[in-house]
């Protein structure tokens, strides 16, 4: 069974970088045809796809925040991660990492709170 777990700071200032890792565990992230994705819900409001980075190591991002977003792997470690640069307040929202298969996300992590503040 596999599980997610997000880490990282959980207070940015704004104009920085935020940066979250989520380890895998139960299975690999080079696995064919999964792809691990970034997901982010601000409070009070939907849940907002921010990319994904495929099994081959190719990245796909959301055209809104392409260009801040960045999503890397280590393939070592069974890790991948987030950048989202430039962060302003309206970027504070729980943040998810997940798991995609065709389209449906199987697993999840349990998310991890990201404030962006002064």
């Known amino acids: 069974q596999v599980q997610l777990q997000e880490s990282g700071p959980g207070l940015v200032k704004p104009s920085q970088t935020l940066s979250l890792t989520c380890t895998v565990s139960?299975?690999?992230?080079?696995?064919?045809?999964?792809?691990w994705s970034w997901i982010r819900q601000p409070p009070g409001k939907g849940l907002e796809w921010m990319g994904a980075i495929a099994y081959s190591g190719s990245t796909y991002y959301s055209p809104s925040l392409k260009s801040r977003t960045s999503i890397s792997r280590d393939t070592s470690k069974n890790q991948f991660t987030l950048q989202l640069s430039s962060v302003t307040p309206e970027d504070t929202a729980v943040y998810y990492c997940a798991r995609d298969l065709s389209g449906a996300l199987d697993a999840w992590g349990q998310g991890t709170l990201v404030t962006v503040s002064s």
């Open positions: 139960g299975g690999s992230i080079t696995t064919n045809y999964y792809y």
